[in-house]
């Protein structure tokens, strides 16, 4: 198991739908994610500066980055892109952090 840290990006008059697109999450997305071997997922938003630090588990960290090739990831994002920051692909700008510090 792999643990992930990243941060992201969401507009500053979109904290309020950020959050209820992900409490509504696409039945698919939710999916991919599980398949792609994802658990223990928590998104947390800075509400002063519109930064999100996103934390998750993954089983296999390039099983996981294949979700990237997914339809209902690629919907996803589309979905998304109005209200973050985002590559030509739609995806979100993301930065992938290195951890320092893991206490069990």
């Known amino acids: 198991m792999v643990r992930m840290g990243q941060l992201m990006h969401v507009n500053a008059d979109a904290y309020e739908e950020y959050e209820k697109r992900h409490n509504n999450l ?4 939710r999916e991919a994610l ?11 938003l800075d509400k ?3 930064n999100l630090f996103a934390y998750l ?3 296999d960290v ?3 980055n294949a979700i990237a090739e997914m339809d209902a990831c ?3 994002w ?7 920051d985002t590559n030509p692909d739609k995806s979100p ?6 951890e320092v510090f893991h206490l069990d």
């Open 62 to 64: 390039d099983k996981y």
């Open 48 to 50: 002063r500066t519109g």
């Open 74 to 76: 690629k919907k996803w």
């Open 26 to 29: 696409f039945p698919e997305m």
């Open 78 to 84: 589309a979905y998304m892109e109005p209200i973050m």
């Open 34 to 44: 599980k398949e792609a071997g994802a658990h223990n997922y928590s998104i947390f």
């Open 57 to 59: 588990e993954v089983d």
């Open 93 to 98: 700008i993301a930065f992938d952090l290195k």
